[in-house]
RNA sequence: GGACCAGUAGCUCAGCUGGAUAGAGCAUCCGCCUUCUAAGCGGAGGGUCGUGAGUUCGAAUCUCACCUGGUUCACCA
């Protein structure tokens, strides 16, 4: 039921339709302290028609709303507060809660629209850094945002394997690698080369030309260069999957850059029929001009294609694939100005469905205030952050709680949600400076608080070993009011999230959820044998169901005991 | 210099399409385990909402200017 919709009409009725529906709905507003009611109408907008103060036509207002339907309605200086019947709505959510169980907030308005995601996106020979676990944690999150609301989300890791670098990597390896470290250590040595090439090449420019002669080969088909390009991909591979499985994120399509080496010519083709190519500087470009954007670089100097161009073919060619609804990409704040370009382009090529193409961007994680760089050596290893994380989680667990059966599965669960949920509790675009101690902290507004506030509540279930009935769910206990306030909220919430591509509002529902239901723990006792225990308990069931799905769309487990 | 993002308590951040005394967490100090897991709950202190104008009955929220920090601005991705 929609509350809020009720209050507008019995507003809109009281003044005998002096008043638009839709502007009485919108002027609606939750009170912020829960002691001037649920809902509150601010009479200001009436006070000129009216030619009234608005106190006296908040008291009259009261006067002549039915208010059967209230607990009561009550004026408070220029407002008109009202406050639901708890009984009817305490049933309503409880009931619904109950009855749809994992459903609950299920909504449709995806209609089965694909939206495929671009997400994650490491680069091959380099390690994932905290800077991927944004994309990847904000990707997945999306994408289970949007299956919940009747999308059908694909989730496509776009792999770096291709460029330029590759010509480095080969040319490093031939000098300075073996089979035999790279096999004991894929990431790390590959990284090595990488490194000492970039440092010796300042010494020795020489370097650069066989790189590039590597790259060439690589480009042309050479036997050698191919097989070597294979290994190091297919060893990276190895080694992201590891990673991701610790996440528990999965991926439908690990399509990356080289897929689309043989697209490029077709984009250039469309660009060229649409007569959009230009020279300048020795290079084709597309004139953004009218898009007050600079100009997007197609092809080099020497004829080599870049990262738009591969990009448009990668645009376009998901379009073919999927038909998508939405094309999304999960990429860093600082492509904004890439992605504007690609859209322009995509729209001077004619295709329309470029408005429904979006980037979705996020904030820096710096180090010691310092943007994180591969090549610099300033990287924070998101394998790393994830081991000691868990390694915490199990410290934790035993001084708290020694005799956990399953420990090693829930410090897991425990230490990788704190890491998730961490880098999902704040708004997208917020940069944030990376701090360990931070990242890996248990108490407070963290995944494994709420992780516990679920926690609890299945101990009280286990404890009462009973199945809940649905039939008689009416709590009007004031405790427990935020709370079902907090469940009926889901649905919406979630459709919010949605619409704002933004899991942080997920996750501060699921604080408020959880932060609400430890002040009712705190306060009442579940466990009494009287005629309210079923009503309780189907709170606390509720709260458990809701607060495991709420971690779930965040990509967070829920262990029922911790 | 252009574009974009950010500037709210000591620190990290909420604050929905403008509305009633600006809220959390962390940190500090003080209470609460013979009651369902104290990874919890309660209380205290702490804020010129970057600055200045404007719109409005009403601005942290909208507009403009400015200040500060960050990102980015054609042959990397």
Redesign the pocket.
């Known amino acids: 039921m929609d509350y809020k919709k009720q209050v507008a009409e019995s507003i809109v009725t009281a003044l005998d339709g002096q008043l638009e529906l839709q502007v009485a709905y919108?002027?609606?507003?939750?009170?912020?302290?829960s002691?001037?009611?649920d809902?509150?109408?601010?009479t200001?907008?009436l006070?000129?028609t009216l030619h009234k103060a608005?106190q006296m036509i908040a008291q009259e207002l009261v006067e002549s709303i039915d208010q059967d339907v209230y607990e009561k309605v009550e004026a408070?200086?220029?407002?008109?507060?009202f406050f639901l019947d708890k009984s009817a709505f305490s049933q309503e959510v409880l009931q619904a809660v109950l009855n749809q169980a994992d459903h609950y907030g299920d909504a449709t308005v995806g209609q089965n629209g694909k939206v495929p995601i671009d997400m994650s996106?490491p680069?091959i020979a380099k390690p994932i850094s905290m800077g991927h676990l944004r994309s990847t944690v904000i990707g997945n999150s999306l994408a289970n945002l949007l299956a919940k609301t009747g999308y059908q989300p694909v989730k496509i890791n776009h792999l770096?394997d291709?460029?330029?670098?590759f010509g480095k990597l080969i040319e490093a390896y031939k000098l300075w690698g073996s089979e035999e470290e790279v096999k004991a250590d894929p990431i790390n040595k590959l990284l090595e080369y990488y490194v000492r090439f970039h440092k010796e090449d300042k010494a020795h420019p020489e370097l650069d030309d066989e790189a590039r002669k590597w790259f060439k080969k690589l480009e042309d088909g050479d036997e050698e260069a191919t097989k070597l390009w294979q290994w190091f991909r297919s060893v990276s591979l190895q080694s992201f999957k590891h990673i991701y499985d610790k996440l528990g994120i999965t991926f439908d399509s690990y399509k990356g850059?080289a897929f689309y080496n043989d697209k490029m010519d077709e984009v250039v083709q469309i660009l060229e029929d649409h007569n959009l190519l230009k020279e300048?500087?020795?290079?084709e470009?597309v004139d953004l001009d009218k898009y007050?954007?600079?100009?997007?670089?197609i092809?080099?100097?020497?004829g080599?294609?870049?990262?738009?161009t591969?990009?448009l073919a990668a645009a376009i060619y998901r379009k073919r694939t999927y038909d998508f609804v939405q094309s999304l990409y999960v990429v860093?704040?600082?492509?904004?100005?890439?992605f504007?370009q690609l859209k322009a382009v995509l729209k001077e090529m004619g295709f329309d469905w470029s408005d429904d193409v979006h980037h979705i961007?996020f904030?820096?994680i710096?180090l010691n205030?310092?943007?994180l760089s591969t090549r610099s050596g300033r990287v924070v290893l998101l394998d790393k952050v994830l081991d000691d994380a868990i390694d915490l989680?199990k410290q934790?667990?035993q001084?708290?709680?020694p005799d956990?059966k399953n420990a090693d599965e829930?410090?897991h669960e425990?230490g990788v949600g704190?890491v998730i949920f961490h880098d999902l509790?704040?708004?997208r675009?917020?940069?944030?400076?990376f701090?360990l101690s931070?990242v890996v902290?248990?108490?407070?507004?963290?995944g494994?608080?709420v992780?516990?506030?679920r926690?609890?509540a299945?101990?009280?279930l286990?404890?009462?070993n009973k199945q809940v009935a649905t039939d008689d769910v009416v709590l009007a206990d004031p405790n427990a009011w935020e709370t079902l306030k907090y469940l009926q909220a889901f649905p919406e919430t979630i459709l919010?999230a949605v619409n704002e591509y933004e899991p942080?509002?997920i996750a501060?529902y699921a604080?408020h959820l959880?932060?609400s239901f430890?002040?009712?723990?705190?306060?009442?006792?579940?466990?009494?044998e009287d005629d309210q225990l079923n009503a309780?308990l189907a709170l606390?069931q509720s709260v458990s169901s809701v607060l495991k799905n709420a971690l779930a769309l965040l990509g967070v487990k829920a262990?029922?005991?911790?």
């Open positions: 919108d002027k609606i507003e939750i009170p912020k302290a002691n001037l009611g809902f509150a109408f601010p200001f907008v006070a000129k608005p408070a200086g220029p407002y008109v507060n996106s680069n770096g291709w460029g330029t670098q850059e300048s500087q020795g290079a470009i007050n954007l600079n100009p997007a670089l092809k080099k100097t020497d080599a294609t870049l990262y738009i591969r990009d860093g704040a600082e492509q904004i100005n890439h504007k961007p904030g820096l710096t205030g310092k943007k989680a934790q667990i001084s708290k709680n956990l829930v410090a425990v704190a509790k704040n708004e675009m917020n940069s944030f400076d701090d931070e902290r248990f108490e407070g507004e963290t494994p608080y992780q516990y506030t926690a609890r299945e101990s009280i286990r404890k009462a919010r942080s509002v501060k604080l959880a932060k430890n002040q009712y723990y705190a306060n009442s006792k579940v466990l009494v309780r606390v262990p029922s005991e911790m």
